[in-house]
């Protein structure tokens, strides 16, 4: 019994431990192409409710593949957010990532 009480308890030392790791969110891998920086922060920060091909609508999220915004739409709708989706100004932290963002939402068109 005590036995199994610390193997449990040494276990979950080991989960918080590696929860703890140094992965930011956002922290993107060195070496990474704007394109791919791009993708990395709309999978991290948009996939959940767009899909990473943009069609998934979950929370009733607009499908960006059939999306007939410019630019300029795309970025307000980002920082401000609208209806079901919350503005993700903050959550991208940098209009340089946001810009990345933007392109890559462009490249789910076709
Ligand atoms: C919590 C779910 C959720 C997340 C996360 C989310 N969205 Fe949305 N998004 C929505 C919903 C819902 C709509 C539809 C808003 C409306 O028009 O009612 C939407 C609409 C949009 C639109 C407008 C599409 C159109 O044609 O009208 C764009 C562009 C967009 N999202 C991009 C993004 C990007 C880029 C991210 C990540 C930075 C993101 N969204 C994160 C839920 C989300």
Redesign the pocket.
């Known amino acids: 019994m005590v036995l199994k009480s610390c193997i449990f308890s040494f276990s979950i030392l080991l989960l918080t431990a590696c929860g703890n790791g140094s992965t930011k969110e956002n922290e993107v891998i060195p070496n990474e192409t704007p394109e791919e920086k791009g993708e990395s922060l709309?999978v991290l920060?948009?996939a959940?409710?767009?899909g990473e091909d943009g069609k998934l609508g979950s929370?009733?999220?607009?499908d960006?593949s059939v999306?007939?915004?410019n630019d300029q739409q795309?970025e307000e709708?980002?920082r401000k957010g609208?209806?079901?989706?919350?503005a993700?100004e903050a959550v991208?932290e940098t209009d340089e990532n946001i810009k990345l963002?933007i392109e890559h939402?462009k490249t789910l068109k076709r």
Do not use: T
């Open positions: 709309y920060n948009c959940s409710c767009h929370s009733g999220a607009k960006l999306s007939k915004l795309i709708i980002i609208k209806n079901a989706m919350p993700q991208l963002v939402v």
